[in-house]
């Protein structure tokens, strides 16, 4: 098993900090551990690397970093290998520029140099667009790697459903990004299918935003789904992947957030790899 963790929290332009990113890039990486996976195999992107397993390798969430960590994880993996992508911070939606999404948007994911609407580019500049990890995730997997994605940030600005208390939303709306809208928004296009043996879990449904919460000391925030996550796979050693998405999913339905998580993929009956504690 290898692993790239990202904990996106401190955005360099965009006024969009967020609390929990380090603290759930770091829950990921010590939880990846005692599943048993090497601490030397796990690649930690984070706006703060203090505190992670000895061993882990460490840089800076930006978007070059992000897609170098993940093209080298894919090379240094053999068929049979596993190859886990995690990701916190914020996300939002930008014009389908592929002409490949259903909505007319493509859903984005905002490493800390992200900015805004960049016309020159027709793009949100530095964010990192589903069609670039489906093209990573298919080149692993037609070489026979299975390919695991745990998302924590809110990829669909269709819908808010609000939440009492702290928390904080992890997402950026279209509009403050300066992103147009899209004419042929709602279209209806066909979106390519991957192939090969992969589970991906999200935070929320595609009409839910995710949240961050202050644990009960009143200084540490994580992300809901990420805490609950973690607690799974640390409890559950024997757990399929859709078992572990059916735990999280009924500890949430307890909790503060009005948030459902989603999964879906070959591999959600499939065991999950390593050992719990």
Same mark, same amino acid.
């Given at each position: 098993?290898?692993?790239?963790?990202?904990?996106?929290?401190?955005?360099?332009?965009?006024?969009?900090?967020?609390?929990?990113?380090?603290? =759930?890039?770091?829950?990921?990486?010590?939880?990846?551990?005692?599943?048993?996976? &090497?601490?030397?195999?796990?690649?930690?992107?984070?706006?703060? $690397?203090?505190?992670?397993?000895?061993?882990?390798?460490?840089?800076?969430?930006?978007?070059?970093?992000?897609?170098?960590?993940? &093209? $080298?994880?894919?090379?240094?993996?053999?068929?049979? &290998?596993?190859?886990?992508?995690?990701?916190?911070?914020?996300?939002?939606?930008?014009?389908?520029?592929?002409? =490949? !999404? %259903?909505? %007319?948007? =493509? !859903?984005?994911?905002?490493?800390?140099?992200?900015?805004g609407w960049n016309g020159a580019i027709g793009a949100v500049e530095n964010a990192i667009l589903d069609d670039e990890l489906q093209l990573w995730a298919q080149g692993a997997l037609s070489r026979g790697v299975k390919v695991v994605g745990l998302i924590d940030a809110c990829f669909s600005a269709t819908g808010f459903r609000s939440v009492g %208390?702290?928390?904080?939303?992890?997402?950026?709306?279209? $509009?403050?990004?300066?992103?147009? !809208? &899209?004419?042929?928004?709602?279209?209806?296009?066909?979106?390519?299918?991957?192939?090969?043996?992969?589970?991906?879990?999200?935070?929320?449904?595609?009409?839910?935003?995710?949240?961050?919460?202050?644990?009960?000391?009143?200084?540490?925030?994580?992300?809901?789904?990420?805490?609950?996550?973690?607690?799974?796979?640390?409890?559950?050693?024997?757990?399929?992947?859709?078992q572990v998405l059916a735990a999280v999913t009924e500890t949430m339905a307890q909790g503060p957030a009005r948030q459902m998580p989603d999964g879906e993929g070959p591999l959600l009956q499939?065991?999950?790899?390593?050992?719990?504690?």
């Open positions: 098993v290898r692993a790239v963790l990202v904990g996106a929290a401190d955005y360099l332009t965009l006024d969009a900090d967020l609390k929990g990113p380090a603290n =759930d890039a770091r829950l990921m990486a010590e939880t990846l551990v005692l599943r048993g996976v &090497d601490p030397g195999r796990i690649t930690v992107l984070s706006s703060d $690397a203090t505190g992670l397993p000895q061993g882990a390798i460490t840089g800076k969430p930006l978007r070059a970093d992000i897609l170098a960590a993940l &093209d $080298a994880a894919a090379q240094a993996s053999a068929p049979g &290998d596993t190859l886990v992508f995690y990701f916190s911070g914020h996300g939002s939606q930008a014009p389908d520029l592929s002409g =490949d !999404e %259903g909505g %007319g948007y =493509d !859903e984005i994911f905002l490493p800390v140099d992200a900015a %208390g702290a928390g904080i939303a992890k997402v950026i709306d279209a $509009a403050e990004l300066g992103i147009p !809208e &899209d004419p042929d928004a709602g279209l209806e296009r066909p979106a390519p299918t991957l192939s090969g043996d992969f589970v991906f879990l999200y935070s929320s449904q595609s009409d839910q935003r995710s949240f961050e919460f202050p644990l009960a000391d009143g200084v540490t925030w994580q992300g809901e789904f990420t805490l609950r996550l973690a607690e799974a796979l640390r409890t559950a050693p024997d757990a399929s992947w859709a499939a065991r999950v790899f390593g050992d719990g504690m």
